[in-house]
Nanobody, 124 residues
Framework: QGQLVESGGGSVQAGGSLRLSCTAS????????MGWFRQAPGKGREGVAV????????YYDDSVRGRFTISRDNAKNTVYLQMNNLKAEDTAMYYC?????????????????WGQGTQVTVSS
């Protein structure tokens, strides 16, 4: 069992920055991978970024590569998503997820645990 708690969302103007945090409890922090997903109204949940526990490899969706950075602080059991140069299309509910299941990182079905989400709103 485990729990994921996100924080750091808010409202910002286009071009601004936010840093999301996801603090893990239980065994979730040692899961195979930790990912950030987002879901805009009327759309499906999409993978934004992932960081693997073994090796620390990271991968990004094309829409955020070069603007977002995923990282982790093992001492704090926390994964971060630094979001720079935000755009209106980044507006969504952002979720942290932990996964032990294999398969493609960007598919929500490959994650076992989810946080409650934190809202990010970018105004143009």
């Amino acid at each position: 069992q485990g729990q994921l708690v996100e924080s750091g969302g808010g409202s910002v103007q286009a071009g601004g920055s936010l840093r999301l945090s996801c603090t893990a409890s239980g065994y979730t922090y040692s899961a195979r991978r930790m990912g950030w997903f987002r879901q805009a109204p009327g759309k499906g949940r999409e993978g934004v970024a992932v960081i693997y526990t073994l090796g620390g490899d990271t991968y990004y969706d094309d829409s955020v590569r070069g603007r977002f950075t995923i990282s982790r602080d093992n001492a704090k059991n926390t994964v971060y998503l630094q979001m720079n140069n935000l755009k209106a299309e980044d507006t969504a509910m952002y979720y942290c997820a932990a996964g032990e299941i294999g398969g493609i990182w960007r598919f929500p079905r490959n994650y076992n645990y989810w946080g409650q989400g934190t809202q990010v709103t970018v105004s143009s």
